[in-house]
């Protein structure tokens, strides 16, 4: 047989096992992330991880056995009827984040970082299904995800809830594997001749097509004809003992994930092989020196706003922050009384990204930084005021964009809405840098991909941060009623006091010799 022909017939069985080794190349690696853990920090990501299942569990039954479900004692045709016009919208919109989530990251989380890849050497194939398993550690996946389970149950009720899921299961595990082959697809066209400026125009391109199925009034109608109507349908199919159609639904998604697995793997394999512009660009861009500063706080400022936007993902994160909230909400057309939310929503991304180990963006500089003959109180004051601005920034373009179909606001509502703004900023950066002193990581985040802590550890943090902002906005809603202005103010102040006394109590940590060696010891490693 000619060597030629021999090659061709070789090459699907070389793909085939190669395939076979990246799958079993994951489990190593996921046990070396893990022996990194000691103590109780084990027995947290043991307890996480059990939380995470239960609460899953819950989420896909219970709902099931609420007042107005179907086919529940008290049952409403007409609670059961709205949540299922919803769910297809719901379906779509886990696709919507994921994507968003991924691509602004380059492709998703990292298995393994950069750096220990030089000397632990892992396929492509490897990095994408590491990827796949560690997406749904992302507080925003596992809300979706227990939303549209929790209404899937609502929606058919205790009858069938097994068989009605497991459509409902595998579209999530499509949309997450979609959601990977656009990122890597874009990453591979960002790493391209003239990449950023192509990403750049496709988002624009859709945002100004979304912009003009709103303002024309489409949008509705092409959500009803989405293609997730399908997996309603099958979830219905399913609790109602149609097998045939259901069995047909859950064999097609559960292909088409399958072939997205696949598909993100070559895509993977292709990115790899193209240098990281934007890395690259950064690491050996020259500038030219600037003026000397004027004072020490000024040469720490211009350290501190360097070293965010100077690094890949902050800028790629801080853009979606600053305008995705925004254009939601210009899209929905929310009210000033709503708006109190989104900067809850802003502060705790911004914080996310990299307020929650705010001092790993030194890396090795640390040591460098920490030789100078400065106060560590005023570096410490320049990173509070360099995460306040980030974060005031980012939900200052929200809100800029949220107004522009609101309306005019009354002076309560104006007020509530700012007011809103300082706390949860105020809150996001006192839990932050409280949790940057007292529990740091050794983070790359020069990566495009990098996470400031572990994907177990950011869904901890998110949650909180969610919780106290998202809670913190709905009391801003109540004032934004009041006849008096002045409601918010008297609520705003406390809370910014006691947001300022938790910065003063981490400042004097910060100050502590052993405790800042500590810090500095773990982001320099």
Not at 387 to 409: D, I, K, N, Q, Y
Request: aromatic fraction near 6%.
């Amino acid at each position: 047989m000619p060597r030629a022909a021999r090659t061709r017939r070789l090459a699907p069985r070389r793909v085939l096992s190669g395939g076979v080794e990246a799958t079993r190349d994951v489990l190593p690696l996921l046990r070396f992330r893990a022996a990194g853990l000691r103590g109780g920090a084990k027995r947290v990501a043991a307890l996480g991880f059990l939380l995470i299942g239960t609460l899953t569990v819950l989420a896909a039954w219970l709902p099931a056995y609420l007042a107005g479900a179907a086919g529940s004692a008290g049952s409403g045709v007409l609670e059961s009827t709205e949540v299922m016009l919803l769910l297809p919208s719901a379906y779509l919109g886990v696709l919507v984040i994921a994507v968003v989530s991924s691509a602004a990251s380059g492709g998703g989380r990292e298995l393994m970082t950069r750096e220990q890849g030089v000397a632990f050497p892992v396929s492509s194939t490897t990095d994408h299904l590491g990827a796949l398993l560690m997406a749904p550690l992302n507080i925003a996946w596992l809300l979706q995800s227990w939303v549209v389970l929790g209404a899937t149950a609502f929606v058919v009720g205790p009858t069938g809830l097994l068989a009605a899921q497991v459509p409902v299961l595998l579209w999530l595990f499509v949309a997450t594997a979609l959601a990977q082959v656009i990122s890597w697809a874009a990453e591979w066209v960002r790493r391209g001749p003239r990449g950023a400026w192509v990403v750049r125009g496709t988002v624009a391109g859709l945002a100004a097509a979304a912009a003009v199925l709103v303002a024309t009034d489409r949008l509705v109608p092409l959500l009803d004809e989405a293609p997730t109507v399908r997996v309603l349908l099958a979830a219905l199919d399913g609790s109602e003992g149609r097998w045939l159609l259901w069995l047909r639904t859950v064999a097609i998604l559960a292909a088409a994930g399958l072939a997205a697995v696949v598909l993100g793997a070559v895509l993977a394999r292709a990115v790899s092989r193209r240098p990281a512009r934007d890395e690259l660009r950064v690491e050996s861009s020259v500038r030219p020196p600037r003026a000397h500063p004027a004072s020490d706080l000024v040469a720490l400022l211009r350290t501190d706003r360097a070293g965010i936007w100077r690094s890949v993902p902050l800028r790629r994160g801080m853009a979606v922050l600053a305008l995705l909230p925004g254009l939601v909400s210009l899209a929905g057309a929310l009210d000033w009384q709503m708006l109190t939310i989104l900067p809850g929503l802003v502060a705790s991304g911004g914080a996310l990204l990299f307020g929650v180990n705010s001092w790993c963006l030194d890396g090795r500089g640390a040591l460098w930084r920490d030789s100078l003959p400065v106060s560590p109180l005023l570096v410490f004051t320049s990173r509070v005021l360099v995460l306040l601005e980030v974060l005031l920034l980012a939900t200052a373009g929200t809100l800029v964009l949220a107004s522009l179909r609101a309306g005019l606001p009354t002076l309560p509502e104006l007020v509530a809405v700012l007011c809103a703004a300082v706390v949860v900023t105020m809150q996001a950066v006192s839990g932050s840098l409280r949790w940057s002193v007292r529990r740091p990581f050794a983070v790359d985040m020069r990566s495009a991909r990098a996470t400031p802590a572990p994907p177990l550890v950011m869904v901890g943090y998110s949650a909180r941060l969610a919780f106290a902002t998202t809670f913190t906005g709905m009391v801003f809603i109540a004032t934004s009623r009041a006849p008096d202005w002045r409601w918010s103010v008297l609520l705003a102040l406390p809370l910014v006091l006691f947001s300022a006394y938790r910065l003063v109590r981490v400042s004097g940590e910060w100050a502590d010799p052993e405790r800042r060696s500590l810090v500095i010891a773990t982001v320099a490693g």
